[in-house]
């Protein structure tokens, strides 16, 4: 079964009273933004997932800006969700897909079995016309799910330095190639990444790619066998949308650096390579 599932499907699913539990993963910029979009706007019987205290830890400059959250924050996330052992779980954003990638990445990791990605987020479902909802949403269940983390690969610093490992780096060009540079210290790559933009494991509605032509993309940056392969980002976000296609396309078994660039580039002695060669 792929990670994703179509509007129509979720659509389908809701009107049947399916079990399922369906978050939406918002986050925009400023205290409460997402919250606010949330109320202002959502799909029917979704609840609300804040990235930023549900899906991290506190920033730092030793473990990046996005750290894996730990297990109390995710049993006070599960409680407040309602997770259920007999609901399938299905995120979406109202972005381009990089907080849904997030929240299935840490869920999956966390032990969620079958978490899917509404494909092409909320922009999809209003696309087809399906109805939203404003307000706090519904109340929350019993949460009968408990965090087990540890089930998706996790690389190290130490991993990225053993040299055992491609790289894949999953910025735009323009951050790899260290041209701009507006969230972190230092503009560059870890020496020896090929860089895969995220924006092009996607379709233009930003929908993902069919499986054959996401294989295609990571067989041609040298994927060959995934559990040799580490994917990294600025701080975890694009590389969980990296790893939600290799999924997609069959590809499992790779790493996430979740320090990412943010770690790296924070410590002066670690190099940095720029240019697009």
């Known amino acids: 079964m792929g990670i994703t599932i179509s509007a129509h499907e979720l659509a389908q699913e809701i009107r049947r009273g399916g079990k399922n539990t369906i978050l939406a993963s ?32 506190v920033p730092s400059s030793r473990q990046g800006r996005n750290p894996l959250p730990d297990a109390d924050t995710l049993q006070r996330a599960f409680e407040e969700w309602g997770l259920d052992v007999n609901h399938n779980v299905i995120v979406y954003d109202g972005g381009k897909g990089l907080f ?8 999956t990791w966390a032990g969620i079995e079958n978490v899917r990605i509404l494909d092409g987020g909320m922009a999809a479902w209003e696309a087809a016309g399906y109805d939203v909802v404003g307000g706090p949403g519904n109340l929350h269940g019993h949460c009968t799910r408990r965090p087990n983390p540890g089930q998706l690969p996790v690389a190290d610093i130490d991993d990225v330095k053993s040299g055992k490992y491609l790289l894949l780096d999953t910025r735009e060009a323009n951050r790899y190639a260290g041209k701009k540079e507006h969230l972190d210290l230092k503009a560059g790559h870890i020496p020896g990444a090929v860089n895969v933009p995220t924006r092009e494991l996607f ?11 996401l294989k295609k993309i990571f067989r041609d940056a040298g994927v060959d066998d995934p559990s040799k392969v580490i994917v990294y980002s600025g701080s975890g976000i694009h590389s969980a949308v990296a790893i939600a296609a290799m999924h ?30």
Not at 26 to 46: R, V
Not at 100 to 107: D, E, M, P, T, Y
């Open 26 to 57: 918002f986050w925009l910029p400023g205290e409460g933004a997402g919250h606010t979009k949330y109320n202002s706007e959502h799909i029917p019987t979704s609840l609300f997932c804040d990235p930023a205290t549900s899906l991290s830890s």
């Open 100 to 107: 849904a990638a997030r929240a299935w990445w840490i869920l």
């Open 203 to 213: 379709n233009e509605d930003n929908t993902y790619r069919s499986p054959e032509e």
């Open 248 to 277: 997609q396309a069959g590809l499992e078994g790779a790493a996430v650096y979740i320090g990412g660039w943010s770690q790296w580039c924070a410590n002066p002695k670690n190099p940095v390579e720029r240019g697009t060669e």
